[in-house]
């Protein structure tokens, strides 16, 4: 099997692709579209700033590749707010594959949001084995509000959207490589699919 992670102007790809090898995977770390579009599942993972990212993917054409694949894709923190229509963070429109809005949170007692926190509201595909209130690792302080195709949702000063599904469409605002053995078995069905 081969497992795509998109290279672009986003920081934190080490420890995805530490985690993948802990599960016998070895990934290929690329923005070379003839790579993303043969690989079996391609991972948007990503810490970083919204515009200079959807900057980087339109100037190398990634925002297309992105749009047209067909296969699982799994966007991991700011991989989900790009995924989405628009963000709050530089008025940055997103790929606009996932119908969502993102916004600043606003009002919490602390920003961004760091840390352990429970997912609800799971549903099926990623969250197979996965127990309604299980806790996961967040690093974020924009958030997608909550929409029709919400596979999980997390309570921080305000409810959002924590997992969105939608078609081979897969994101997570958490990061499933920092989330211990629940984040484990979150990759493991993302690879299983």
Not at 28 to 51: C, H, M, N, Y
Request: hydrophobic share 40%; proline share 4%.
């Amino acid at each position: 099997m081969k497992i795509a992670i998109l290279k672009y102007n986003a920081g934190n790809v080490r420890s995805v692709i530490f985690a993948l090898r802990r599960l016998g995977v070895e990934p290929v770390w690329t923005d070379d579209p003839v790579e993303l579009q043969s690989a079996d599942k391609v991972i948007f993972p990503g810490v970083g700033e919204a515009r200079s990212a959807m900057q980087y993917l339109r100037q190398r054409g990634l925002d297309v590749v992105l749009k047209a694949l067909n296969q699982p894709l799994l966007g991991i923190c700011l991989g989900l707010q790009l995924m989405c229509d628009w963000t709050e963070e530089n008025d940055t429109h997103g790929l606009g594959t996932l119908p969502y809005a993102v916004k600043r949170f606003r009002d919490v007692r602390k920003v961004p949001h760091i840390g352990w926190n429970a997912i609800t509201n799971v549903d099926g595909g990623l969250f197979s084995g996965i127990s309604n209130g299980a806790f996961v690792y967040f690093v974020h302080s924009y958030y997608a509000e909550c929409g029709t195709h919400d596979a999980a949702l997390t309570e921080y000063g305000v409810q959002f959207a924590s997992a969105i599904q939608l078609g081979n469409l897969y994101a997570v605002q958490f990061h499933p490589e920092k989330s211990g053995s629940v984040g484990q078995r979150i990759l493991e069905n993302f690879l299983a699919l």
